[in-house]
């Protein structure tokens, strides 16, 4: 699979977003988890679409691949913090919730929950690898996105799916998910037959940035679908224009983006740590985030990029596509 710098470049920016919203500064830094969803969608579509109708070994070992990237950094984390006293878990259901990222657990990371969603996102992939051809996929998914699309417009009435499985099982969160799925498949179609110009690149960037900025009230439906579409319209947009125009980017970037998934699981220990000891001004906001960046990028390169490729190397099959 082509590894398009762009993509990881988003990564940081809905990184930094999401540490910037923890820190309150930003009136639309909230929406960076809904464009790590988004990217999420795009990323795992484009690397696994090939794959579709390969069989159960396959999707074993595609799920293996992303278990691995997800636990690996995770537990390490909880486990150090947990063991060194800083944090406390009673250990009953919802420990074992916590450390298997089971949905409505309860973390002290605060934003574990949305691996849950990244982990049923991985399962509903896995099961299109084992048992469904491209086309077959592709109608599957965007059927999947459309029967969610209706229950996120159905909140906009009386009925809700708060606190319901449902949600979780096709609301809001996978619907972001799912439009970063089909925003591939067009990204896909448009690549192979180099349908997209550099004025429809830049409409279509523009309207997602339109989209992603638009205020709405926080949470509310209205606000998922116009974060959800302009996050997925951004993602295309610059997706398309590396396709089309391989200009590099500061390997900086990339590093950054590489260690974002670090960044996440970490920034918010590293803010209970440092924020007591620091003014709570912009500039300390900011340098602080500044820091929580240098550590992820040496604890990647370090501890997380070695240990997932050596965890690949001894539990994925050698005979896998």
């Known amino acids: 699979m082509v590894s398009y710098q762009s993509i990881q470049l988003l990564r940081w920016i809905a990184a930094t977003m999401v540490m910037l919203a923890h820190v309150g500064v930003g009136q639309h830094s909230y929406k960076g988890i809904d464009l790590l969803f988004a ?16 069989g159960v070994k396959t999707a074993i070992n595609f799920f293996k691949k992303r278990c691995i990237r997800v636990y690996s950094f995770y537990w390490l984390t909880l486990f ?23 949905p409505s657990h309860q ?15 991985y399962v509903l992939i896995g099961l299109v690898i084992a048992f469904l051809k491209p086309i077959q996929a592709q109608k599957a998914l965007i059927g999947f996105w459309l029967i969610s699309s209706i229950l996120l417009l159905l909140q906009w ?7 319901k499985a449902i949600n979780f099982l096709v609301g809001q969160n996978i619907w972001q998910i799912l439009s970063g ?7 896909i179609e448009s690549a192979a037959k180099s349908k997209a110009s550099h ?3 830049a409409v279509l960037f523009f309207c997602g940035m339109l989209l992603f900025f638009a205020y709405a009230s926080y949470y509310s439906t209205l606000s998922f679908l116009l974060t959800g579409l302009g996050s997925a319209s951004i993602v295309l947009s610059l ?4 396709e089309r125009n391989r200009i590099p980017f500061p390997q900086l970037f990339i590093r950054l983006g590489n260690a974002s998934y670090v960044a996440y699981l970490i920034h918010i220990p590293l803010f209970h740590f440092f924020r007591p000891h620091i003014n709570q001004n912009l500039a300390m906001q900011c340098l602080l985030i500044f820091v929580v960046w240098a550590i992820s990028v040496l604890l990647h390169e ?6 997932v490729y050596q965890l690949n190397q001894h539990l994925i099959s050698k005979k896998s596509n």
């Not at 150090?80 to 089971?102: P, R, T």
């Not at 009435?157 to 606190?163: A, E, F, N, P």
């Not at 370090?302 to 240990?307: A, D, G, N, Q, V």
Request: proline letters at 1%; charged letters at 15%; glycine letters at 4%.
């Open 239 to 242: 997706a398309l224009l590396e």
């Open 80 to 102: 150090s913090l947990l063991l060194s006293g800083l944090y406390s878990l009673a250990y009953d259901f919802n420990y074992l919730k916590v450390v298997f990222l089971i």
């Open 157 to 163: 009435t009386d009925y809700s799916l708060k606190r």
């Open 181 to 187: 799925c089909l925003a591939c498949m067009y990204f």
């Open 199 to 201: 004025l429809k690149i």
């Open 302 to 307: 370090l501890i997380e990029k070695p240990m």
């Open 39 to 54: 990217i999420s969608g795009f990323v795992i579509y484009l690397s696994s679409y090939q794959k579709m109708g390969s």
């Open 107 to 121: 973390s002290f990371l605060s934003l574990t929950w949305s691996l849950s969603y990244e982990l049923y996102f």
